[in-house]
Every structure is written in structure tokens, then in C-alpha cells.
């Protein structure tokens, strides 16, 4: 097949995912029952415990991360319950739901690899620094902030996979990434919405790239974080901003100077490492 401009290729995209040709990303099932009984607020840490240990992969994931010098446990977290009760319920259900996202970014073949590794490793990057800076905020969730990073190019992997049935433009470098970068938000957006995400996360994968931004409030939000972090990002890979930070309203909300080093701020090498 063959498309003429982005926004042919959005539409039919569009139309792919309606008649289900092309499915979205989907959480692991035991990531969503500890989201949903937490939100409930129906289960005890038992209970929670219980849940996880159905996803061997998870479980020993989160005992890493309960256990790892970025939650500072003092003495060790030998099993599940212990680690709900010490990092909290809604600290493992967005752990969960972190922890989860790195077996959404799987590749359907081995051509397009490659982009779903660096599409996953940059999401890494900017959830660090999120988590770093969202430290600094005290109306700001640490682990929300995390999330937000991590999702915030969710969008660019349905586009991966009508590409890889298309013939050509998996091959064609620069059309593909030209695709990736435009049309990531609209359906990142609708992403956000069938795993039932909140406003405020799926806020950012539609707005984080929305470099003259106004919200409503004064108050910094988790696209500010993002918008921020992504810039540190690509400031860290050698690449250009797409925009003058001294412009860019996010970094006063966030009380930052446009200049500032936030790869200095703690914690953001131990985040990388649990989640590369």
C-alpha cells in the first residue's frame, strides 16, 4: 500500500485499529487487577500479594525495585507481601503498571527491532529524570511522574506495526520517522484511553510535545515534568532542542532555570538501571 501524506496514513491507521487489523498495545492482565483493587480499595496487602505472584516476571521484578538502593530498604525484602506493606499500595500499583510496560514494547519482527529498543530505552531516560524532578515538587507523585515518562511515546507503536505491513515504509528510514514523531500523540491518546489511564497521564502523551502550552493552572503538571525531561534527553544524546527552553513555561512552573543540570538531581542513574 501505498500513502501519499501523513494524514493518509493516520486515517487508514485509524480505520486499522477500529476494525481491530491493527491491535493495540495491551497491559499484562495482573498489572491491571492490582491497578483496579487498589483503586477500589478492596484488597490487603495479602490479597495484592496474591495478584502479582500470578506474573512470575513482575514478581521478581518488583522485588528488584523494592529491594534496590532507590527505595532505600534497610534490611532485605524477601517476598511480595513485605514489599507491599514497605513501598505501599499505590506505590506498587504504579510500580506495577511500570514495571509492566516493558513487555508491551515487543516487536512483531525483527526489522523494526531496533525502533521499539530505542522507542523503549529513550522512555527509560525521560522517566528517570521525571521520577528525579518530580522529587522536587511536593504535590507531584514520584511514581505517577515515573509512569508518565514511560509512556509518554506509547503512541509510536501501532504506528510501528501498520509500517511493518507496509510495504516500503519500514525500509524507508526517514519517512517512518517522520511518520513516528507527528502522528505519536493522536494515537498514543487513544491508547491512554482504552487502558483507562487518568486524565492527567494521558494529558501527556497528547500535550508533552505542545512546546507553547497554557494550561489552566499555575501549578506544574506531569506535562511539564515530561516536556522538561525529554529536552534533558535529547540535550543528553547530543541533539538539538526542538524549541528555546527559555521560552518554554514548564520550567517556571517547575520553579527550574532553563540551564539547569537535571541529570545531577539523584536517583535518575538507579531508575535507569531497574528499568532498562
Not at 68 to 87: D, G
Amino acid at each position: 500500500m501505498h500513502f501519499t501524506n501523513e494524514q493518509q496514513f493516520l486515517d487508514y491507521l485509524l480505520e486499522e485499529i477500529e476494525k481491530d487489523r491493527i491491535v493495540l498495545p495491551s497491559l499484562p492482565e495482573v498489572a491491571l487487577k492490582v491497578r483496579d483493587a487498589v483503586d477500589k480499595g478492596d484488597a490487603n496487602a495479602s490479597q495484592l500479594a496474591n495478584m502479582i505472584s500470578e506474573d512470575a516476571a513482575l514478581t521478581a521484578r518488583l522485588l528488584q525495585v523494592a529491594n534496590s538502593p532507590l527505595y532505600r530498604a534497610r534490611t532485605e525484602i524477601s517476598n511480595l507481601q513485605m514489599a507491599v506493606m514497605r513501598l505501599g499500595y499505590n506505590t506498587v500499583r504504579t510500580l506495577m503498571m511500570g514495571l509492566a510496560m516493558k513487555q508491551v514494547f515487543q516487536p512483531d519482527s525483527a526489522l523494526l527491532g531496533n525502533y521499539f529498543h530505542d522507542v523503549w530505552q529513550a522512555s527509560v531516560d525521560v522517566a528517570a529524570i521525571s521520577r528525579a524532578m518530580a522529587t522536587l515538587s511536593s504535590h507531584l507523585d514520584t511514581e505517577q511522574a515515573l509512569l508518565a515518562g514511560l509512556i509518554h511515546q506509547i503512541g509510536k507503536l501501532p504506528i510501528l506495526s501498520l509500517a511493518d505491513k507496509s510495504n516500503g515504509i519500514a525500509k524507508d528510514q526517514q519517512t517512518l520517522d517522520h511518520l513516528l514523531e507527528s502522528l505519536h500523540p493522536n494515537i498514543g491518546e487513544i491508547i491512554m484511553e482504552k487502558w483507562n489511564f487518568p486524565t492527567s497521564l494521558s494529558r501527556v502523551v497528547r500535550e508533552y510535545k505542545l512546546w507553547d502550552r497554557q494550561p489552566e493552572s499555575d501549578e506544574a503538571d506531569y506535562v511539564d515534568v515530561v516536556q522538561v525531561a525529554y529536552l534533558e534527553h535529547l540535550t543528553g544524546q547530543g541533539k538539538e532542542p526542538p524549541a528555546e527552553p527559555s521560552q518554554i513555561a514548564a520550567f517556571p512552573r517547575l520553579g527550574l532555570a532553563p540551564d539547569i543540570e537535571v541529570v545531577e538531581i539523584k536517583g535518575i542513574d538507579e531508575t535507569r538501571q531497574l528499568f532498562s
